[in-house]
T-cell receptor, first 117, second 112 residues
Framework: ETGVTQTPRHLVMGMTNKKSLKCEQHLGHNAMYWYKQSAKKPLELMFVYNFKEQTENNSVPSRFSPECPNSSHLFLHLHTLQPEDSALYLC????????????????FGSGTRLTVV | GQQLNQSPQSMFIQEGEDVSMNCTSSSIFNTWLWYKQDPGEGPVLLIALYKAGELTSNGRLTAQFGITRKDSFLNISASIPSDVGIYFCAGRSTDSNYQLIWGAGTKLIIKP
């Protein structure tokens, strides 16, 4: 496989459930990102990992918990979500977080469409 | 946080028409990126711009880095049905860290 792969593609969960989203990249990148995408809004950056170290948590509620066991894998653990958390969750990767030319674009996965009921 | 003003929000056009969209910022940018998102997929990078005044093409798509460094434009010539989707601008300002700042997207719809 190549690129950035996200599973599952669709997830419906109750507010008391615990679930996890998975992201895997085969690009040899060292930075990985979680974004939340809601309709007609800019992408919202949630978490950033660079060389497996978390470098950013953009005031995300604790019911979202990221995990990055290695540079190729990124998880988003979900617990006690609210209906307003329903959205498309996108994973992306880049060479690393620096501002060099190789990092001018991220590679995105296809996303997980999450519905909280 | 900082946001980009992307317009229009949506466009209904006839096949074969040219399309224009733009993004503006309140601060100076050193990088502009244009992405397209097809239904059910993640955004895909179309064009990257690095210098003020730069004009770059990718097939029927042409993007420009505004000379004020606070705006960017994307044009699509002779639109075809597969151009349907949401186009996002993104960029980095000179006073921000590595994070990308995103527009809210322009949804392109082609009338049958």
């Amino acid at each position: 496989e190549t690129g950035v792969t996200q599973t599952p593609r669709h997830l419906v969960m109750g507010m008391t459930n615990k679930k996890s989203l998975k992201c895997e990249q085969h690009l040899g990148h060292n930075a990985m990102y979680w974004y939340k995408q809601s309709a007609k809004k800019p992408l919202e950056l949630m978490f950033v990992y660079n060389f497996k170290e978390q470098t950013e948590n953009n005031s995300v509620p604790s019911r979202f918990s990221p995990e990055c066991p290695n540079s190729s894998h990124l998880f988003l653990h979900l617990h006690t979500l609210q209906p307003e958390d329903s959205a498309l969750y996108l994973c992306a990767s880049s060479q690393d977080i620096n501002r060099g030319p190789s990092n001018y674009g991220y590679t995105f996965g296809s996303g997980t469409r999450l519905t909280v009921v | 946080g900082q946001q980009l003003n992307q317009s229009p929000q949506s466009m209904f056009i006839q096949e074969g028409e040219d399309v224009s969209m733009n993004c503006t910022s309140s601060s100076i940018f050193n990088t502009w990126l244009w992405y397209k998102q097809d239904p059910g997929e993640g955004p895909v990078l179309l064009i990257a711009l690095y210098k003020a005044g730069e004009l770059t093409s990718n097939g029927r798509l042409t993007a420009q880095f505004g000379i004020t460094r606070k705006d960017s434009f994307l044009n699509i010539s002779a639109s075809i049905p597969s151009d349907v989707g949401i186009y996002f601008c993104a960029g980095r300002s000179t006073d921000s860290n590595y994070q990308l700042i995103w527009g809210a997207g322009t949804k392109l719809i082609i009338k049958p």
